[in-house]
């Protein structure tokens, strides 16, 4: 089965900065679409940033566009998501999550194309 294991977060200012990552197990690594979502207070997961396999490319929600990098070591099973110039609407926990590599990238993070189960996420607050 598909696990993930998600850190990084934590409390922020306005403006700063955080690394989160994501330890795959359990399948392919490299077979698969890795994405980050996110689930803000009261609301459900949203697809943030998503990569493909392994050619490098990327999507990314309009509200994180220039502030976000995504990035995947398909070497050590692992994903991470460079956030900078974060706001206090970007307060959620995040998770990672796969998708077949057959599909779109935007598909993984537009939910159509999940695979498996939430693992525990990593909390980020953005607040001052």
């Known amino acids: 089965q598909l696990q993930f294991v998600e850190s990084g977060g934590g409390l922020v200012q306005p403006g700063g900065s955080l690394r989160l990552s994501c330890s795959a197990s359990g399948f392919a690594f490299d077979y698969y679409n890795i994405g980050w979502f996110r689930q803000a207070p009261g609301k459900e997961h949203e697809g943030v940033s998503c990569i493909s396999s392994s050619d490098g490319t990327t999507y990314y929600v309009d509200s994180v566009k220039g502030r976000f990098t995504i990035s995947r070591d398909n070497a050590k099973n692992t994903v991470s998501l460079q956030m900078s110039s974060l706001k206090p609407e970007d307060t959620g926990v995040y998770y990672c999550?796969?998708?077949?590599?057959?599909?779109?990238?935007?598909?993984?993070?537009?939910?159509?194309?999940?695979?498996?189960?939430w693992g525990q996420g990593t909390q980020v607050t953005v607040s001052s």
């Open positions: 999550a796969a998708g077949p590599r057959i599909t779109a990238v935007q598909s993984l993070c537009r939910m159509r194309s999940r695979v498996g189960s």
